[in-house]
Nanobody
Framework: QVQLVESGGGLVQPGGSLRLSCAASGSIFSRYTMTWHRQAPGKQRELVAR???????SYADSMTGRCTISRDNAKNTVYLQMNSLKPEDTAVYYC?????????WGQGTQVTVSS
């Protein structure tokens, strides 16, 4: 069992930056593939970024070049640094931990990009 708590969301102006954090507890963090997803009102949840147990990363086309996912296994935390934010990035951002068939979600953190 893994408990995930996201933080770092908020209101930011277009072109601004945010760093989201997802703190994990309850299991061996390093064994989990970690992902960030987002869900905007009226839309399906979508994958934003992924980082494997070995540190390999991948990104959604919409975020490539504008965000960086990283993990600190010593702190049981995964991060999402987002830059050049756009109004269409407004959504609730969730982190997910997956190991085999086990998959855990956090409660989400709201990101609003608006002037």
């Amino acid at each position: 069992q893994v408990q995930l708590v996201e933080s770092g969301g908020g209101l930011v102006q277009p072109g601004g930056s945010l760093r989201l954090s997802c703190a994990a507890s309850g299991s061996i963090f390093s064994r989990y593939t970690m992902t960030w997803h987002r869900q905007a009102p009226g839309k399906q949840r979508e994958l934003v970024a992924r980082i494997s147990t070995s540190g390999d990363t991948s990104y959604a086309d919409s975020m490539t070049g504008r965000c960086t996912i990283s993990r600190d296994n010593a702190k049981n935390t995964v991060y999402l640094q987002m830059n050049s934010l756009k109004p269409e990035d407004t959504a609730v951002y969730y982190c997910n931990a997956q190991w085999g068939l086990a998959s855990y979600w956090g409660q989400g953190t709201q990101v609003t990009v608006s002037s």
